[in-house]
Nanobody, 115 residues
Framework: QVQVAESGGGLVQAGGSLRLSCAASGSDRILNNAAWYRQAPGKERELVASLMVGSSKNYADFVKGRFTISRGNAKKTVVLQMDNLEPEDTAVYYC?????????WGQGTQVTVSA
C-alpha cells in the first residue's frame, strides 16, 4: 500500500525559512511528476509548485523567487524549500506525487508564519 508523508512544517517568523519533505513508501513504482499544494483556512486548495519528468519546474506567481521544488536525495522524495516566508503563506501544505502515473496525496503538514 502506497503511503505519502509530508514533514518539515512548523511555526516560523516572517522572513524565515522552512524545508518541507515528501516521501513515498510501500511501492516500487517510479516517481514521475510531483507537486505541492496548499490550503489556507476558508480558501480553496491551490497549486504552489510542480516538478515534471525531465526536471521542468513551475511555480505559482505568489511564490516565485522564494520557493524551490526539487527531488530529494532519497528515492521517491520531493523537497520544497521555502525562503522569505510571509504570513500569507500560512496554510496546510500537501504533497501530490505520481507513481507510474497514478496519483497519490499526502495528509498535509501545517505551516504557520507569524508577523
Amino acid at each position: 500500500q502506497v503511503q505519502v508523508a509530508e514533514s518539515g512544517g512548523g511555526l516560523v517568523q516572517a522572513g524565515g525559512s522552512l524545508r518541507l519533505s515528501c516521501a513515498a513508501s510501500g511501492s516500487d513504482r517510479i516517481l514521475n511528476n510531483a507537486a505541492w499544494y496548499r490550503q489556507a483556512p476558508g480558501k480553496e486548495r491551490e497549486l504552489v509548485a510542480s516538478l515534471m519528468v525531465g526536471s521542468s519546474k513551475n511555480y505559482a506567481d505568489f511564490v516565485k523567487g522564494r520557493f524551490t521544488i526539487s527531488r530529494g536525495n532519497a528515492k521517491k522524495t520531493v523537497v520544497l524549500q521555502m525562503d522569505n516566508l510571509e504570513p500569507e503563506d500560512t496554510a496546510v501544505y500537501y504533497c501530490k506525487i505520481w507513481l507510474n502515473w497514478t496519483e497519490y496525496w499526502g495528509q498535509g503538514t501545517q505551516v504557520t508564519v507569524s508577523a
